[in-house]
């Protein structure tokens, strides 16, 4: 097999920028792999090669290919991803053996959503084909108008899209969507604004909604401080849940006051912020600022023009106009064939659109929402809502019963047979779980923290935060409900308890702090805290930009702490001791870190980064090798010396046991020789084993499973075989 590799992977730039057409005339090339370089032509005499499977082309600056790309019928992989794209071939048509076309990070006019799958060529194509017959811009992007209660949200929103103010405005319960035309560059932009509820309760329902193709107005009270406006927290959120997504900070109700805050700080620090724009909407100031703001960033947004099939705008439209809070995705199918959209390909593609772009919610893949797979937004934010900010919920303190439920829920929005729905959505996004017979809120419990007993004989440990969503939590409770110890869990906190072993996990929103306390034996408070910790690790990877510290205290002083992973690192170099900041004694590492993770599992999990080419394949045995290799004992690292002086007691042990072998022959016959000197070599290898593990050379069940073996032989009366 030919298969020829540039050197681009392994430098910052390949050199080669034009690609002969000799090169596909080679009779056996089956891959063609120049990913890295800094191609700008492909030759368009390309013949038919007809072995050659793979073409990778990724990372080079193609402004065009030719479209005899496309006609080689043996082709299986192309790359052609993080190149410069505009226009693919007019040409173009499926190659039939292709099973993977990568095309993303180009500037296509191909929505990302398209994109986001090389391994289905056929929706590529199918897109390509519709979009040809008859297409549209799509002109459309999402504003979410976010930040603390009573600020003027509503009241921002009312002046940009209607022109007028109401003093009286009344408080957002919930999400309110309004449908706004903004003149961007000569067209008009339609614009989905949603208007966030700002109080505390609704912050974990955000993650229903951030999606792309969105711009962020923060709106915060001009007359308050950064404190009251927990302008860095929204700033957070926003950046952990948006991935990117441009953010417009307004200051409101600055009729008598400027807006005093730390502009380049803020700026340096989150560099989505676009702008920073005072505001009055009882004076009408500001207002227009925001406009020209709003239309310069979303003219800017990736993605707002791309071109769709006209047959999705003409679907799109019927769904809008539709009076109809759900709707089946049996009907949604049929709606789509109706109007052309016969492939499921195609018909996945455009609810994913629909999705993103708030016109309709579809949790297509969760089979608890299997019923009902197209809802609108208000309705499943109403019903949401409606139990969240009920004054039955807060009576109840968040415990629920079904009777509860039907009466919270009691209209005809909301059917005795959609009500479940509701409560599965809620489980879906961790905002309740079911403990019969009733539902748990986190959110709704109480704050008063029970009395949970003494805790000053345990295991202590936390997680840092630069903010603390008040959502984190409570998805904790949920995610952890099982194990809460005789329904002792409040709005901040829990109790778990696990084989005999009990935890008290709190969060402290402004310390933005997560603390962890477990008590019993030390093999069982390592395993409920390791539980623990990987449940906060899964939370934490739902939104990109949040992560927290883990921090381990030191003995003898209660407000000192040392960053987790510092010690690991120190661990793995070699070092025996810390001295923590603000302290002048050493601190042995092993002994901060022994009631963490035992050493065998920290030297699994927290191996040194080694830098090594990018095309080499793992090594799983390298690995556990090198795991086993950065064991410790007490925090001392395995040493030449060891090893000689290990070598020299087993050369020693073999030694004796084989002159004693020869002196027993003579004494008590050769048989029971034989039988004393394999004990002998037992007892060796035992006391080797047990050596091995308390140096951190081999782990636990090896060094058991290594006895065992030995003592087998010898109760299976292979003790003979010692000669």
């Avoid at 477990?518 to 934490?540: F, H, K, N």
């Avoid at 006391?687 to 090896?702: K, P, S």
Wanted: proline share 5%; aromatic share 6%.
């Amino acid at each position: 097999m030919a298969r020829l590799i540039n050197t681009g992977h392994h430098h910052r730039y390949g050199e080669i920028t034009n690609l002969p057409s000799w090169l596909f005339k080679i009779p056996e090339l089956e891959w063609l792999d120049f990913a890295g370089n800094q191609i700008t032509h492909i030759p368009h005499t390309i013949s038919n090669p007809t072995k050659l499977r793979g073409l990778i082309l990724s990372g080079n600056r193609l402004s065009n290919v030719p479209g005899e790309m496309f006609t080689i019928d043996s082709l299986e992989v192309l790359a052609l991803d993080h190149n410069a794209l505009e226009t693919l071939p007019e040409t173009l048509s499926n190659v039939p053996r292709l099973s993977y076309l990568s095309l993303n990070d180009n500037p296509l006019l191909i929505p990302p959503e398209i994109l986001s799958n090389p391994t289905d060529p056929g929706a590529i194509w199918d897109y390509i084909v519709r979009t040809r017959e008859a297409r549209r811009p799509l002109d459309e992007a999402k504003l979410l108008v976010v930040g603390e209660g009573a600020v003027g949200k509503s009241s921002i929103i009312r002046r940009l899209t209607r022109s007028n103010f109401d003093p009286d405005e009344r408080k957002t319960e919930g999400i309110e969507v309004t449908r706004w035309g903004l003149p961007v560059d000569g067209n008009d932009i339609a614009v989905n604004v949603w208007d966030f509820g700002g109080q505390e309760i609704m912050h974990a329902t955000h993650q229903f909604f951030l999606t792309r193709r969105s711009v962020y107005l923060l709106v915060v009270d001009a007359r308050q401080g950064e404190e009251q406006n927990r302008i860095e927290y929204w700033l957070k959120l926003i950046q952990g849940f948006s991935g990117g997504s441009p953010v417009i900070l307004v200051g409101n109700k600055c009729e008598n006051f400027g807006f005093d805050i730390d502009r380049r700080g803020l700026r340096g620090k989150y560099p989505d912020i676009v702008d920073i724009i005072e505001t009055s909407c009882l004076g009408n100031v500001g207002i227009d600022a925001v406009r020209r703001s709003l239309a310069q960033t979303i003219g800017n947004l990736a993605h707002v023009r791309d071109q769709l099939p006209s047959s999705f705008f003409t679907v799109k439209e019927h769904l809008e106009q539709l009076d109809v809070n759900y709707l089946p995705f049996a009907d949604y199918e049929r709606l789509c064939r109706e109007h052309g959209i016969n492939t499921t390909g195609a018909q996945e593609q455009l609810i994913g659109f629909l999705h993103d772009l708030g016109t309709v919610l579809c949790f297509r893949n969760d089979p608890r929402l299997s019923d009902t797979n197209i809802l609108s937004p208000s309705w499943v934010t109403g019903g949401v809502y409606r139990l969240l900010n009920s004054y039955l919920a807060a009576q109840l303190k968040g415990l629920l019963t079904w009777c509860a439920i039907d009466t919270i829920l009691d209209s005809d929005d909301y059917p005795p047979e959609k009500r479940q729905f509701i409560i599965e959505m809620m489980k879906k996004f961790e905002l309740c779980y079911e403990s019969d017979p009733v539902f748990l809120v986190p959110d709704l419990l109480t704050k008063e923290e029970p009395d949970t007993g003494s805790w000053e004989e345990s295991l202590r440990f936390a997680v840092r935060y630069d903010v603390l969503p008040s959502s984190i939590i409570g998805r904790l409770v949920v995610r952890m409900h099982r194990l809460i110890s005789k329904g002792t869990v409040w709005r901040t906190g829990m109790v778990l308890t696990m084989d005999e072993n009990r935890a008290l996990v709190k969060a402290d929103r402004e310390d933005a702090l997560l603390t962890i306390r477990v008590s019993g034996a030390p093999r069982g408070r390592r395993g409920l805290l390791t539980a623990i910790r990987a449940q906060l690790r899964a939370i934490e990877r739902t939104i990109p930009g949040l992560t927290g510290e883990e921090q381990v205290p030191v003995p003898g002083h209660p407000n000192v702490w040392v960053p987790y992973s510092h010690l690991l690192n120190l661990e793995s170099a070699g070092k025996e001791t810390v001295i923590p900041q603000g302290l002048v004694d050493e601190f042995r590492i092993s002994e901060l870190l022994d009631g963490i993770e035992a050493r065998t599992d920290r030297a699994r999990t927290h191996l040194p980064e080694v830098e090594q080419p990018t095309s080499q394949e793992p090594n799983p045995a390298a690995e556990t090798d090198a795991a086993v290799g950065a064991g410790r004992a007490d925090g001392v690292a395995w040493t030449p010396r060891n090893s000689l002086l290990f070598g020299s007691f087993l050369l020693v042990a073999i030694v004796v046991v084989t002159a004693a072998y020869i002196a027993a022959n003579k004494v008590i016959g050769q048989v029971a020789g034989a039988a004393a000197a394999a004990m002998a070599l037992v007892a060796v290898m035992v006391i080797a084993f047990v050596v091995l593990r308390t140096a951190g050379r081999v782990g636990e069940q090896t060094m058991l499973d290594g006895i065992n073996e030995a003592m087998s032989r010898i109760g299976n009366g292979q003790g003979g075989d010692a000669k």
